[in-house]
Antibody, heavy 128, light 107 residues
Framework: EVQLVESGGGLVQPGGSLRLSCAAS????????MSWVRQAPGKGLEWVSL???????YYADSVKGRFAVSRDNSKNTLYLQMSSLRVEDTAVYYC??????????????????????WGTGTSVTVSS | DIQMTQSPSSLSASVGDRVIFTCRAS??????LNWYQQKPGKAPKLLIY???ILHSGVPSRFSGGGSGTDFTLTISSLQPEDFATYYC?????????FGQGTKLEIK
């Protein structure tokens, strides 16, 4: 079964650090694009970061320079190292697989990406 | 950055109704538009990708349309399990972005 399970969330003080883990089963994280998405309490979804299969990483401006995404291929696990945490980083953090498929009709030659597998989320609270 | 705007922010409807959600991008994203459904306390679930392709296992009462900057998600006949929040998301560029969501409530 294809599955993602996050862990590592908790309560941390402003300025602190935390590392989130996302364990995959049923597929290889190293062969896929993988994203982190967060959701602040009562708010919508916010994309946080992306790692390509080749290892290139991208970040939202709100976390750039503070968060770092990585993976351990031997453990088939994705990580999000979060540092210099702020109150506004409080959220449920989800990892997701970014899958690509061919587009419809005349767009069949193009790859369209979408997040088809999501973890259950791990909660991060930044508070003093 | 590409901004995604959904309307309305909330919608009340009854079982059996046809409902349409709207999503607008701040620039053309051709067909790089996905729709997700999220229920309280749960992770989002993919419904539609590439604007109009139904994800595997999603009921056929869901359909998507549009291209460029304007997109729609239609539920042809609401079922009780459809009451949730719906998000659009652009995958036109590397920096994905979501709309603010439309909450579908029972009338």
């Amino acid at each position: 079964e294809v599955q993602l399970v996050e862990s590592g969330g908790g309560l941390v003080q402003p300025g602190g650090s935390l590392r989130l883990s996302c364990a995959a089963s049923g597929f290889s994280v190293s062969d896929n694009y993988m994203s982190w998405v967060r959701q602040a309490p009562g708010k919508g979804l916010e994309w946080v970061s992306l790692i390509y299969a080749g290892g290139t990483t991208y970040y939202a401006d709100s976390v750039k320079g503070r968060f770092a995404v990585s993976r351990d291929n031997s453990k088939n696990t994705l990580y999000l190292q979060m540092s210099s945490l702020r109150v506004e980083d409080t959220a449920v953090y989800y990892c997701a697989r970014d899958k690509a498929s061919a587009g419809p009709g005349m767009l069949g030659a193009y790859a369209f990406y979408y997040m088809d597998v999501w973890g259950t989320g791990t909660s991060v609270t930044v508070s003093s | 950055d590409i901004q995604m705007t959904q309307s309305p922010s909330s919608l009340s409807a009854s079982v059996g109704d046809r409902v349409i959600f709207t999503c607008r991008a701040s620039q053309s994203i051709t067909n790089y538009l996905n729709w997700y459904q999220q229920k309280p306390g749960k992770a989002p679930k993919l419904l539609i990708y590439a604007a109009s392709i139904l994800h595997s296992g999603v009921p056929s009462r869901f359909s998507g349309g549009g291209s460029g900057t304007d997109f729609t998600l239609t539920i042809s006949s609401l079922q009780p399990e459809d009451f949730a929040t719906y998000y659009c998301q652009q995958s036109f560029n590397t920096f994905a972005s979501f709309g603010q969501g439309t909450k579908l409530e029972i009338k």
